[in-house]
């Protein structure tokens, strides 16, 4: 991705007054965290975003994540930190081209009962290795998130960009989540049996099978969940198969004696996966995008393989692109129908529902606005009926549709209020080019609604509304 040149900001304007502080909590005695992303341990699910363009003490592209703690109103601008690699009691410093930021994931690690936030930093140089790439855990606690400890990479000079794919799940069964990374190599690190003080203190390389090297290679995206319901996570990395260049997405099976391959799923793009269980059957079913196009669309598609106590099944198969009948909008080229996914339960009827970003979604005049779509899980799996779509000309939706916003850059379904109704998270890196911002829409019974929606951009969070940030880019899958 280019490198763009962007006036600069200080640490000191970064975090200005009114941030939440970035306090050591003492050490919980407690079970592991309820749910993955709750970094203060109050119950509520928490947003995190990054802004990987961010200028930090003069450095630009240097990188920054906003955290917003969930409550029963939701996600506010006003309960937020913002972590860069200059704040206090986070490993590195903040560097130009770093892009901290760039992927997120999060677990409670440390299993002290607080959630975790996993950052990777693809652009961050490892001694002559430029772009080597780095990955942080900063730790959660009662205030929030502060602290962190690096994650070393075992192997820097057999790829780049270490961290710019990351899963967090308990891939052994042993009831302690795990992380795996990836990199442009064709192997995935998994690290294990974290604590505060050592990190991680296991680790083991997962040959893949997906194709490594220079340029887009290597796993490209990691997933984790239950695929085969039998209680320990699966992992899903997608990219293009080592022995055939054919793209999709590799299945690995969690057991207490490791991750072992099950499934290639060829589905014709390698860009990216997510997990969830759309059908209610207990076994989470694994969703792909291939949305640069294919010879199935012009604009990009989505495709659902069902989870099954074998692991993911190859068939039946459903593809979904914006001319399937009841998907709103249609099938053009270059829309990328699919440059994100979340799955969770919005209207809480059981099923999880998908959320599916087309970043160059022209709307009206306006070209690259941005839109979302939302499907409806239900006991057959993926349907199209009662289909939603999203953009900043929608009703109750703030701001307006204008060219280049890239509405949609990040997608992420997640109960923020706690009402066991998922909510719909949105960021817009292109919102007021080129500063970025968030926006968060309520889940209910009856879907997504625009009632009590919000959004927030730099200058509600005390950043800068002038420098080249892209917040929304990023959000925590």
Do not use: C
């Not at 509520?44 to 592209?61: E, H, N």
């Amino acid at each position: 991705m280019r490198r763009h040149t962007a006036a600069t900001v200080t640490a000191a304007a970064l975090l200005t007054t009114g941030l939440v502080p970035l306090t050591f909590a003492a050490p919980a005695a407690a079970a592991p965290a309820k749910f993955a992303d709750d970094f203060n341990g109050d119950g509520y699910r928490d947003l995190a975003a990054a802004a990987p363009y961010t200028p930090v003490g003069g450095k630009r592209d240097a990188g920054a994540v906003v955290i917003t703690y969930g409550s029963a109103n939701g996600i506010s601008a006003a309960r937020r930190t913002i972590v860069t690699q200059d704040t206090a009691g986070i490993p590195g410093t903040a560097e130009q081209g770093d892009r901290f930021g760039r992927s997120l994931a999060s677990g409670d690690l440390n299993a002290d009962g607080y959630a975790d936030l996993v950052i990777g930093s693809v652009g961050e140089d490892i001694g002559s290795d430029t772009d080597g790439g780095s990955v942080t855990v900063v730790w959660g606690g009662k205030s929030g998130l502060s602290g962190g400890k690096g994650v070393s990479d075992p192997a820097a000079s057999a790829h780049n960009e270490y961290g710019m794919s990351l899963a967090v799940g308990d891939f052994s069964g042993d009831g302690r989540p795990d992380l795996a990374v990836g990199s442009t190599g064709s192997d995935v690190w998994v690290h294990q049996h974290f604590t505060k003080a050592s990190g991680s203190t296991a680790r083991h390389e997962l040959a893949t099978g997906l194709r490594g090297g220079a340029g887009l290679a290597g796993a490209q995206s990691l997933a984790a969940g239950d695929i085969n319901g039998d209680g320990t996570d699966d992992l899903v990395a997608t990219g293009s198969e080592a022995s055939t260049y054919e793209d999709g997405a590799m299945v690995f099976l969690g057991s207490a004696s490791g991750l072992t391959h099950q499934a290639f799923l060829k589905s014709g793009g390698w860009e990216l996966a997510t997990v969830g269980d759309l059908d209610g059957d207990g076994y989470d079913d694994v969703v792909t995008a291939d949305y640069g196009g294919d010879a199935k669309s012009l604009g990009g598609s989505v495709s659902v393989y069902p989870g099954s106590a074998d692991g993911a099944r190859t068939s039946p198969r459903t593809t979904i692109n914006q001319d399937t009948p009841g998907v709103p909008g249609a099938d053009e080229e270059d829309d990328w129908f699919g440059n994100d996914l979340s799955i969770a339960d919005i209207n809480g009827d059981g099923y999880g529902d998908l959320a599916i970003g087309t970043i160059h979604e022209n709307v009206g005049t306006a070209n690259i606005a941005g839109g979302v779509t939302v499907l409806r899980g239900s006991a057959t799996g993926l349907t199209t009926t009662g289909a939603q779509s999203f953009t900043q000309n929608t009703e109750g939706v703030p701001g307006t549709a204008e060219s280049a916003d890239r509405f949609g850059a990040s997608v992420r379904l997640s109960d923020v209020t706690g009402d066991g109704k998922a909510d719909l998270s949105i960021g817009s890196d292109g919102e007021n080019h080129p500063s970025g911002s968030l926006y968060s829409l309520r889940g209910s019974a009856s879907g997504v609604t625009t009632k009590n929606a919000i959004s927030f951009g730099p200058g509600s969070l005390g950043m800068s509304t002038t420098d080249y940030l892209r917040l929304g880019q990023v959000m925590l899958r």
